[in-house]
């Protein structure tokens, strides 16, 4: 098995991607220079599209990437997490990166135009590979082996280019939609398309690249982080449940699901089996080792479970990944552990779960390497599921490359593939199914390390089991960015949010179901293994300080204001969508602002 460090690889065709940049661009001059490269040139071999198709990889890696931005400020607050930033800050008079967080972004943050740049270049890259591999004389004249090659590399362009929508769409709504490279573009200034439009072309994109694609394991593909059928696959899977799920409309200015939106669940329904039934892809036996032993350790995981991952690498600029910096616990006081866990949320686990302190920390390691309890004004949680102390080559704070971990992104899990299953066959059916029932059950066992008599009945009503199905991606996908953008599909984030802040001022002031929890807990001095608390987290602070342990704050930590601080801006029915960035908006006089904005 390898990793693929995307960025790195992006360089070695450089001068492709070079030369694809400076060919796409001469639109924008007064001037055309006659270029040495055209596509004939820059796609002349397998090689040469590998390193095309890899730069479209790069697209998804760096800190406004996967590595980065997209799944903590984009993806925060919701009722798992909350994003340690005032709902007032300003960055350079724009209200700032982590304002995305707090539902504040206004149409004057610049961090807007800094994603839709980067998801529009590569947008244009797909472009030039989906236009160019197919009639490169290779792909029909080549050998097996070649055609082979180039097939795979057409589909992994074709699923690229519909996760770059997909994004866009989730942040956007409707946005331009260009389908050829910009250089064959007669106007570059295009208007808003309707996202359903969007959403029908990638996902017959995502079936042709179905058709291209291979399995994980067939003969001769080698397990990397490239895309595989699988993930394409998945990927058509979620999309079409956001397809068929609600979203924000620029007519009614309201939350609206298609008329046909059961056409759409049939169509995840279909793709999930498929990847059931290949027998390519299962579950990890145990939940906390596709964290611990594979992903921070810098190890592909073995079952097949990640179908899809951003591959990144560990350098020194904002190009690389900080995933498990941004989030995770600190280390002598580095690291910005910027996504915090919601107290409501760590008391929503079954005490039994282990997924639980997987994905929740509540600790940190001082100076001496000795775990500490973590003292903070935003509680003693953390997201946690990319850490330093599971890091398999744990750079130290004084090294430059502390914050860029080279952790990978998991961008599909095959216990995803199994909750849309039962999720899709639930609506289909108006009832789960025996299907249903067992896909979810395989999740859901694992977070009791497979001991069925621990996780209670699973509901067998519609109503029941799509409660069970909402919870259960909660528990099982913390700290993945997945829960907003869920919340949103089902039209729950409005009632959702509204419930959470109820329940944090409840914790705040420990009224019921939180009259018994401890006000401050007590951990060991001076532990080298990992922390030790002296009582439970689910009894009142003993009266009695123990000898040898130090005390930190655990539900007395909240700060008055804390519940109306987080998702502190979010207004339904406007804020499920972000504005366009002002730069955006000035380039294209096609573009107008929607939503209230």
């Not at 686990?349 to 997924?355: N, P, T």
């Not at 019921?512 to 807990?521: E, T, V």
């Not at 109306?564 to 972000?578: K, M, T, Y």
Request: glycine share 8%; proline share 5%; net charge negative.
């Amino acid at each position: 098995m390898r990793i693929i460090h995307l960025k790195r690889l992006a360089v070695l065709g450089g001068s492709f991607l070079m030369a694809i940049s400076f060919y796409s661009c001469k639109k924008f001059l007064t001037l055309s220079p006659n270029s040495a490269f055209d596509e004939a040139y820059v796609f002349g071999s397998v090689n040469d599209a590998y390193s095309a198709v890899i730069g479209t990889y790069a697209t998804l890696t760096g800190d406004r990437g996967y590595g980065g931005r997209i799944q903590y400020y984009f993806s925060n607050d919701c009722d798992e997490s909350y994003c340690n930033a005032s709902n007032t800050i300003t960055i350079g008079g724009d209200n700032g990166p982590k304002a995305l967080c707090r539902y504040n972004a206004l149409a004057t943050n610049t961090e807007l135009d800094a994603e839709w740049n980067i998801y529009y270049a590569g947008i244009d890259r797909a472009n030039h590979c989906i236009k160019s591999i197919p009639q490169m004389h290779l792909y029909t004249n080549g050998s097996e082996s070649d055609k082979a090659s180039l097939r795979r590399l057409y589909g992994e362009a074709l699923t690229l280019r519909a996760q770059f929508y997909f994004d866009l769409i989730k942040f956007w709504g409707d946005v331009p939609a260009p389908y050829i490279p910009s250089v064959d573009q007669p106007d570059l200034n295009l208007p808003a398309t309707n996202r359903d439009s969007i959403y029908d072309h990638i996902l017959n994109d995502l079936a042709l690249a179905d058709t291209l694609l291979p399995w994980r394991g067939d003969p001769g593909v080698t397990a990397d982080e490239r895309i595989t059928k699988g993930a394409a696959k998945a990927l058509r899977a979620r999309i079409a449940l956001f397809r068929g799920g609600y979203s924000l409309r620029a007519a009614s200015k309201q939350m609206e699901r298609p008329a046909d939106y059961l056409k759409y669940y049939q169509i995840a329904s279909d793709e999930c089996n498929d990847i059931i039934n290949s027998g390519k892809h299962h579950l990890n036996p145990s939940f906390q080792a596709v964290f611990k032993d594979n992903l921070d350790a810098h190890r592909l995981e073995p079952n097949g479970e990640i179908l899809f991952q951003v591959g990144l690498s560990g350098g020194t600029g904002v190009s690389d990944g900080r995933v498990g910096f941004i989030d995770g616990i600190r280390v002598n006081g580095n690291g910005m552990g910027s996504d915090w866990a919601l107290p409501t949320y760590f008391y929503k686990f079954d005490s039994l779960d282990v997924r639980r302190d997987v994905t929740i920390a509540s600790y940190a390691i001082n100076g001496s390497g000795y775990y500490t309890g973590l003292a903070s004004v935003y509680g003693p949680f953390v997201m946690a599921k990319f850490r330093r102390d599971w890091h398999s080559n744990p750079a130290t704070p004084a090294n430059s490359n502390f914050a860029y971990t080279g952790i990978s992104w998991p961008m599909i899990r095959y216990s995803d593939v199994l909750l849309m299953f039962a999720e899709a066959e639930n609506e289909i059916h108006h009832a789960p199914t025996a299907a249903a029932l067992d896909a979810f059950k395989q999740v859901h066992v694992r977070g009791f390390n497979g001991d069925e008599s621990q996780m209670g009945a699973i509901p067998s009503d519609y109503a029941g089991f799509f409660t069970a199905i909402t919870d259960e991606r909660m528990f099982e996908f913390g700290g993945e960015g997945l829960r907003k953008w869920d919340l949103i599909r089902w039209n729950l984030i409005s009632t959702v949010f509204s419930e959470t802040r109820v329940n944090l001022a409840k914790f705040r002031k420990l009224e019921a179901p939180y009259n018994n929890l401890p006000a401050k807990m007590y951990y060991l001095n001076n532990s080298a293994t990992g922390i030790v608390y002296y009582s439970s987290y689910y009894q009142p602070t003993p009266a009695t300080p123990p000898a040898g342990y130090s005390s930190v704050n655990w539900a007395s930590s909240y700060l008055n204001n804390f519940e109306n601080d987080w998702a502190g801006s979010f207004v339904p029915n406007q804020r499920e969508i972000l504005p366009y960035g002002p730069q955006t908006l000035s380039s294209n006089p096609n573009l107008h602002q929607g939503y209230g904005y």
